[in-house]
């Protein structure tokens, strides 16, 4: 089966929520994506395989910040690059309408994600102190500036959609 990614849309948030309660310590209730995906100012998608929902991202925008909200891949579909389609897709989004600094948090204790940011580019910036609770961290706050990059798109372009 082929994964796509596209918009977010209200019929994917039952299995958008359902994954997240399998990742999060502290999972978003489902009202809160309902807000999300109505906001212009925000980019939410999916990584969809047949049926299934197998990963997320959002992003919101202010001016020239933007916030990286949610990343999230089923754990039975890590490791297959993902995280990379649904990253360069909303960076290549961003990087056509917005010229500012994308910014999120993440425990440094999640090495996973850490190497995936880095991978993108992106800079460890400071630490935000007692920032996550259940288990408690400090977290790390990175940031990349969109309008220095080069559409990622083009930088390692995706030939084959992934398979499963
Ligand atoms: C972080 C996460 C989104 C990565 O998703 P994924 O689909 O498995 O990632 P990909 O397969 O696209 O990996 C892309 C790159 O990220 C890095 N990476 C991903 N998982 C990794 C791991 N377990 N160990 C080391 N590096 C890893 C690698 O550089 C990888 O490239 P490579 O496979 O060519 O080496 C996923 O592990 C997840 O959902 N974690 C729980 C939620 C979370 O932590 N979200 C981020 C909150 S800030």
Redesign the pocket.
Known sequence: MFVKIRDMAKYDLNAVAIVEKG??SSPWPLAAYESEIKKPTSICKVAACGDYII?YMCVSTILDEAHLMK???HEN????????LLVTEVLDILHDKFSGILL???RPS????L??YE?FGFNKLYVRKRYYVTPDEDALVMGLNINRVTPFKDHEPISSPLTF
């Open positions: 990742v999060f990963g990343l999230a891949v579909f890590r490791r297959k690059g993902v995280a990379r999120l948090e993440v999640n090495l996973p994600a190497k995936l991978k």
